[in-house]
């Protein structure tokens, strides 16, 4: 069993919203958590990552405006909230969780999630 586990992907039209979930093991003490997308061809790129102490948060320029990170401690959850999607948004995005540091690439991050779909109809 999965110690993450994605969400809350879907297909959307253009312009829409979409809410992805990653819940994370109780076990598990995180000091960022961040997401990750790949887009069919494509290298996996960072899209945002929290800070589990604290809620610093950080960007890709591609999603910044309209894309949320967020995390819920009591929960062990962390979302992303989607707004003013994109076709160039459609991608597998993939949760992932760092024991320590504060990076965005991929090597930095301890544990992924298995991914979800997003597709973005035009």
């Known amino acids: 069993q999965g110690q993450l586990v994605e969400s809350g992907g879907g297909l959307v039209q253009a312009g829409g919203s979409l809410r992805l979930s990653c819940s994370t093991s109780s076990h598990l003490s995180p000091y960022a958590m961040g997401w990750f997308r790949q887009a069919p061809g494509k290298e996996r790129e960072f899209v945002a990552r929290v800070r589990w102490s604290g809620g610093d948060t950080s960007y890709s320029d591609s999603v910044k405006g309209r894309f949320t990170i967020s995390r819920d401690i009591r929960r062990n959850t962390v979302y992303l909230q989607m707004n003013r999607l994109e076709p160039d948004d459609t991608a597998v995005y993939y949760c992932?969780?760092?024991?320590?540091?504060?990076?965005?690439?991929?090597?930095?991050?301890?544990?992924w999630g298995q991914g979800t779909q997003v597709t973005v109809s035009s």
């Open positions: 992932a969780m760092m024991s320590a540091g504060w990076g965005q690439t991929r090597g930095e991050y301890d544990y």
